[in-house]
């Protein structure tokens, strides 16, 4: 059975899932980590989620204001043995949701060209590739995607 938890970043569930999105991350982004690490940090993260399966934390997503009606979605991870259960896709859902309550319209969110499992999922949910915005302009291995909120 799962659970939906709203948090934020202090909780430590999301902590830990975030370590093992981090280490995941560093396989996959090689020498480009750093680069990208230096604008995941979480401490100020004020709305984060935790899916728990059986009371046990297996994924996570967050959002932050990114500008005006505009949400940013970051830190998205399901543990390996929990993946291709649609959890990916009911955490993406319940930020979106988060995200229109609070009065935004508009979700984006940046991924790498190495994490194609994840350019899929949000292109099945209905993002759309968009040009790199903020730090990401001008960087050949982020995909940049928005989605308009609608209720």
């Known amino acids: 059975m799962s659970q939906i938890l709203r948090t934020d970043s202090a909780n430590s569930d999301f902590q830990t899932l975030v370590k093992l999105l981090d280490a995941d991350l560093a396989i996959r982004d090689g020498e480009d980590h750093a680069f990208y690490a230096q604008f995941n940090k979480i401490d100020k993260l004020k ?64 991924t790498g060209k190495n994490q194609p499992e994840a350019i899929q999922l949000y292109q099945k949910i209905g993002f759309e590739v968009i040009e790199n915005y903020g730090q990401y302009v001008g960087v050949g291995n982020s995909v940049c995607m928005q989605k308009i909120l609608m209720s």
Do not use: H, S
């Open 47 to 110: 709305y984060a989620i935790v899916l728990y399966q059986d009371r046990m934390p297996v994924a996570c997503g967050a959002i932050r204001e990114f500008a005006t009606g505009v949400m940013e979605i970051k830190r998205m991870f399901v543990q390996p043995d929990y993946r291709r259960q649609g959890l990916a896709q009911t955490v993406v859902k319940n930020l979106e949701n988060w995200a229109y309550e609070l009065g935004f319209i508009k979700c984006i969110l940046e």
